[in-house]
C-alpha cells in the first residue's frame, strides 16, 4: 500500500512507470480500452455490487483484482469510489506527433496549459467532439496527474495525448499533416460560429489560463479565431473555449458532402 500511495506525487510515478487511476468511470475505460496497461484492480465490496461490469470485464482480461476495505481505500484515495487501478504509464512525446496527428480531421494544441482539471476537462471535450488527438506543448501539466486523469473521464485512454512538444514543432508538424492551424482569441478577426476556415481539418491552439496564447503561437496560425461573448462574462476559460471550438469544427466537417 505504501507503493501505491507513492504514486500521489509526480516524482512516485516517475520513478515507478505507473500512475493512478480513480473512481468507477476512469477505470472502467481504462479497463476496456487499455487493459493492457492496468498492473493491478482494487476494488472494496460495496463497489463491486455496484459497477460489476467493471469487475467482469477486468478478469475478461486476466487482470488481477484485489478486495479490499472501505478504510483502506481511502487511505489510499479519496476520490476513488470504492474503484482504483494501477495503470503503466503510456507517454507520446514529440517523435509520436507524426505518427499521432497523420491523417487527422480534428486536433487540439494546448500551449502551456497547466491546470489539471482544465487539461482533462480538455481531452475529454476533445474525445466527445470526435477529435483525432491533444497535443500538450512542453510546460503544461503532466498529463497523468490524478485531477488530470479524473478531469478527462475516462478519455485519456481513448485517444492520443501527445506532450512536451515545442509550439512551433507542432505547428509544422500538423501543418504538413494538411490541418488549417486556428488560434482561439478573444482578439480574433474571424468568429467561430460564421468562419469558412472551419469546414476543413482543423487544429486549435490555446492558451494558458492566466495569459492566454503567446505572440509566437499568434504568429504561427493561419488565422486568429474568436469565440463571441454576448453576455457581461470577461472571458472564457480555457476548456470552455476548447470545447466551444472543437464543437464547432466538429459542426462544420458534419456539414460537408
Known amino acids: 500500500m505504501a507503493t501505491l500511495r507513492r504514486l500521489a506525487s509526480r516524482q512516485g510515478r516517475e520513478r515507478a512507470g505507473e500512475h493512478l487511476v480513480e473512481g468507477p468511470q476512469a477505470v472502467r475505460e481504462v479497463v476496456r480500452f487499455a487493459a493492457s496497461r492496468v498492473r493491478d484492480l482494487y476494488v472494496t465490496d460495496d463497489a463491486r455490487d455496484r459497477w460489476p461490469e467493471i469487475v467482469r470485464e477486468a478478469l475478461e482480461h486476466d487482470l488481477y483484482v484485489h478486495e479490499t476495505t472501505p478504510e483502506v481505500m481511502d487511505r489510499l484515495s479519496g476520490d476513488a469510489q470504492g474503484v482504483l487501478a494501477v495503470a503503466r504509464t503510456h507517454l507520446l512525446g514529440p517523435d509520436d506527433l507524426p505518427g499521432a496527428v497523420q491523417g487527422a480531421r480534428l486536433v487540439v494544441v494546448c500551449e502551456q496549459v497547466r491546470d489539471p482539471g482544465n487539461a482533462g476537462t480538455i481531452i475529454r471535450a476533445a474525445d466527445a467532439a470526435g477529435a483525432d488527438a491533444v497535443v500538450l506543448t512542453a510546460g503544461s501539466v503532466e498529463v ?65 489560463e492566466a495569459q492566454g496564447l503567446s505572440a509566437r503561437a499568434r504568429d504561427l496560425a493561419d488565422a486568429v479565431v474568436a469565440v ?30
Open 144 to 208: 497523468h496527474s490524478p485531477k488530470v486523469v479524473r478531469s478527462s473521464a475516462g478519455s485519456l485512454f481513448h485517444l492520443p495525448v501527445v506532450t512536451g512538444v515545442e509550439v512551433g514543432d507542432a505547428v509544422a508538424h500538423l501543418r504538413r499533416a494538411g490541418l488549417t492551424i486556428l488560434a482561439a482569441d478573444g482578439g480574433g478577426e474571424h468568429d467561430v460560429e460564421t468562419s469558412p476556415l472551419l469546414a476543413g481539418p482543423t487544429a486549435w491552439v490555446l492558451g494558458t
Open 228 to 257: 463571441p461573448l454576448r453576455g457581461r462574462a470577461e472571458s472564457l476559460n480555457v476548456a470552455m473555449a476548447a470545447t466551444v471550438c472543437l464543437y464547432a469544427s466538429s459542426r462544420a466537417h458534419a456539414a460537408q458532402p
